[in-house]
T-cell receptor, first 113, second 110 residues
Framework: DGGITQSPKYLFRKEGQNVTLSCEQN?????MYWYRQDPGQGLRLIYY???????QKGDIAEGYSVSREKKESFPLTVTSAQKNPTAFYLC????????????FGSGTRLTVV | QKEVEQNSGPLSVPEGAIASLNCTYS??????FFWYRQYSGKSPELIMF????GDKEDGRFTAQLNKASQYVSLLIRDSQPSDSATYLC??????????FGAGTRLAVHP
C-alpha cells in the first residue's frame, strides 16, 4: 500500500543535541512538507521541497535543516539552535502540479528532557 | 502575513444535530480550500476540498465557499459522537503550500 511514514513516533532530545526525524513516502509525490504543531495552534510550515535537491524555508525555519537527496525521503534535523523544539512534527506530501490536499504521515512527538 | 481564522471552540452540539464550522482567510489569491479532521494525538485527515463558489456535498459533509466574502464553512449533518475532533481549515498559499487555521474543536454529546 502507498503511504507516507514518519519515524520515530516519539523522540526525546537532551539540551544541546541534534536529532533527525525521518519521513519516507512511496506515493511518487514530488512535493514534501514539514509542519510543526503546538498545543492549541495550527500547523506552521518549517520547510518544503518541490523537487529533488531543492528545498525552501517556510515560516519558522530557524533552528531546523532538511535535505532532499531522494524523491522518497525528506528528513528534518532539529538542531541545538532551536530553543523550543517540543512539539508535534508532521510530514506531508502532494503531487507537484495539482493540489487535492496533502497526505500526512502519522507524526513525531518530540520532547526536550 | 496570510492568515486563516477559525473560532477555537469548543462547539458543542447534540447527537443528530447539524454542526456548522466557519473559516475566514485573508489572501484573495487563494484558489483551493480544504477541511481536515484531527483526532487528539493523531495527524490530520482530509475530509473535503472545494475550489468553486457554492456548495459541495459528500455524504454527511457539505463545504461552502464564498470567495467574495473570503469565507469557507463546513456543515456536518446528523452529527455523531465519533465526529468529535478538531477541524482544521486550510487554504493554498502558493507553491502548493497550505496555510492552516488553528482549528475548531467540535464536541458531539449523546
Amino acid at each position: 500500500d502507498g503511504g507516507i511514514t514518519q519515524s520515530p513516533k516519539y523522540l526525546f532530545r537532551k539540551e544541546g543535541q541534534n536529532v533527525t526525524l525521518s519521513c519516507e513516502q512511496n506515493l511518487n509525490h514530488d512535493a514534501m512538507y514539514w509542519y510543526r504543531q503546538d498545543p492549541g495552534q495550527g500547523l506552521r510550515l518549517i520547510y518544503y521541497s518541490q523537487i529533488v535537491n531543492d528545498f525552501q524555508k517556510g515560516d519558522i525555519a530557524e533552528g531546523y535543516s532538511v535535505s532532499r537527496e531522494k524523491k522518497e525521503s525528506f528528513p528534518l534535523t532539529v538542531t541545538s539552535a532551536q530553543k523550543n523544539p517540543t512539539a508535534f512534527y508532521l510530514c506531508a506530501c502532494t503531487p507537484a502540479l495539482t493540489n487535492y490536499g496533502y497526505t500526512f504521515g502519522s507524526g513525531t512527538r518530540l520532547t526536550v528532557v | 502575513q496570510k492568515e486563516v481564522e477559525q473560532n477555537s471552540g469548543p462547539l458543542s452540539v447534540p447527537e443528530g444535530a447539524i454542526a456548522s464550522l466557519n473559516c475566514t482567510y485573508s489572501d484573495r489569491g487563494s484558489q483551493s480550500f480544504f477541511w481536515y479532521r484531527q483526532y487528539s494525538g493523531k495527524s490530520p485527515e482530509l475530509i473535503m476540498f472545494i475550489y468553486s463558489n457554492g456548495d459541495k456535498e459528500d455524504g454527511r459533509f457539505t463545504a461552502q465557499l464564498n470567495k467574495a466574502s473570503q469565507y469557507v464553512s463546513l456543515l456536518i449533518r446528523d452529527s455523531q459522537p465519533s465526529d468529535s475532533a478538531t477541524y482544521l481549515c486550510a487554504v493554498t498559499g502558493g507553491y502548493n503550500k497550505l496555510i492552516f487555521g488553528a482549528g475548531t474543536r467540535l464536541a458531539v454529546h449523546p
